[in-house]
């Protein structure tokens, strides 16, 4: 019998190709995926993407959505509260096992696995440690489509919000950026691919939003809007 689990799903690359691979393996029933949403402009954190999109991208991925809605300027006390939260009813659910897509950041990894550890619930990595470039690769010849949402000024220039990623994208990654954005540089929206029933439709729009992060009031990030229609 499959094990369920939930998936923590940004809507982007990474936690999308972890999915899949934990679908591949046949040793899984995914229940759900979990995603953090801004309470403030309903967005994912980080991503910005509007939350019909993300609704809309559910939908052809065929799971349903847990939504966990956070403050803009959250402190860590209420991340963990509203977090532990939908742990708790995760466990009553009947379910053992969490997805993250994290690759690289080890620091991260600790803090999910004793986090979720505290709720009684496993961790799972399906793309711990494995190479940048090989999984951006496997990624794209798969035949997912992901667009970038937002970039890190600090890393990259904006000019490179609002594009989807292919080979010449990559190739005009500066030297020193992680292909798979792992260290913040970028982040993502996938929109079709093998385990879409159909494309999620958007337009790009014509402004480009600069933000500064409320949690060091340094880093600057590059927003474009994804308009669903």
Request: glycine letters at 6%.
């Amino acid at each position: 019998m499959k094990k369920r689990i939930v998936v923590s799903f940004s809507g982007g690359k990474d936690s999308t190709l972890a999915l899949y691979r934990l679908i591949r393996s046949g040793e899984w029933e995914i229940d759900s995926l979990l995603t953090t949403i801004s309470e403030e402009d309903f967005r994912t954190n980080a991503h910005g993407v509007r939350e019909k999109l993300l609704e809309q991208q559910a939908l052809s991925l065929g799971l349903p959505l847990r939504k966990v809605y956070l403050p803009e300027n959250r402190t860590n006390e209420i991340y963990q509260q509203r977090m532990g939260d939908a742990f708790q009813q995760i466990v009553k659910d009947g379910i053992t096992d969490i997805m993250f897509g994290d690759i690289h950041l080890q620091d991260i990894k600790d803090y999910r696995e004793k986090m979720v550890r505290n709720h009684s619930l496993n961790a799972i990595f399906p793309v711990w440690g494995e190479d940048s470039k090989r999984l951006i690769a496997e990624f794209l010849n798969s035949g997912f489509k992901t667009v970038v949402t937002c970039v890190n000024g600090n890393r990259l220039d904006s000019s490179f919000t609002g594009r989807v990623i292919d080979e010449k994208f990559l190739q005009d990654l500066p030297h020193g950026v992680d292909h798979c954005g792992e260290n913040g540089e970028f982040h993502t929206f996938v929109f079709d691919g093998p385990l879409f029933s159909k494309p999620v439709n958007f337009k790009l729009s014509n402004e480009i939003t600069e933000k500064t992060d409320p949690h060091t009031n340094q880093n600057c990030f590059y927003f474009i809007d994804l308009v669903p229609y």
